[in-house]
């Protein structure tokens, strides 16, 4: 996420009042509030944040749904053995939706009859909508407070992250992943940018699809983003962008979920809440702490779904072990 977007998502919200010690109960069927202003958001937040629900020092946020059963069940929905990236691959030259490409440089190569080995050096900004990363729950800054009421202040600039690191993930998060193809659902082959994805047209997929998301799930939702762009060309994702709405959030809270990922940054841009400019981040990660994975690619997942008239599999993800890290690069897998 660019750092201007931060600094206006942190101004343009207000304060919170302290939340319950536990998640709260779901709201019956098609109770989802309609976030029209950061009003709603707030008020939203102070019911339903997760601050304590997992005790005052918990680093782990929804990884705590990842139970041996649940991992367990995860498992047996690998029928044929197929692995399939989610990735994107890491973008090397400067576009409209790449302000901070890769850096590869080669440090010994094989144009030499004597060189006996090839190295590279890579640096690399993940943050933002370029590459596919997940967020640690240490990325996301809510009135001087970060996931579970930790002061802000403990991220700084000599150690980074003193809690909430993307290693406090090291184990991986090994999931249930559900795809929610949103252009196949709309019968199009991509949304177009500014379009939200509502809590509503999620409700209405689970009803067609037959596919229920539950507790722990991992749910990764299509806007094809990148169909669109091999065929339009690239643009500013970060001005204008498909993308969930908040009452999305609500929806996912309301199941449970563990793991977000989108093909584009999570938001819908703009994001349809006066005075929010990326509420779903907030919600999701400060609030509930839910992991999210920015930039991912489903093309190729999508099609070997539909081809099999499924949508749920074995979802992996295992990030870099960086200590104080606010995320790390990664290469998601669905294995079907």
Known sequence: MQRTL??????????????????AKSPSSGEHPRFTSAADVEAWKKVHSRTGAWGANDERGAANLLTAEKRRAAASLVREGVSVSIARPLETKVAPDVPSPLGHDMLENGESPKSTYSADRLTLGFHGWSHTHVDALCHIFDHGKMYNGFPQNRVTASEGCQVLGVDRIRDGLFTRGVLVDVPAFRGTSWLEPGSPVTADELTAWEARTGTKVGAGDAVIVRTGRWARRASVGPWDVSQNSPGLHASAAEWLRERNVAVVATDVGLDVIPSGVAGDILPVHVMLINTLGVYVIDDCDPEALAKELARRGRSDFLFVVAPLVIEGGTGSPINPLAVL
Request: glycine share 0%; with cysteine.
């Open 6 to 23: 931060l600094v206006a998502l942190v101004a343009t919200t207000l304060a919170c009042a302290p939340a319950p010690s536990s998640p």
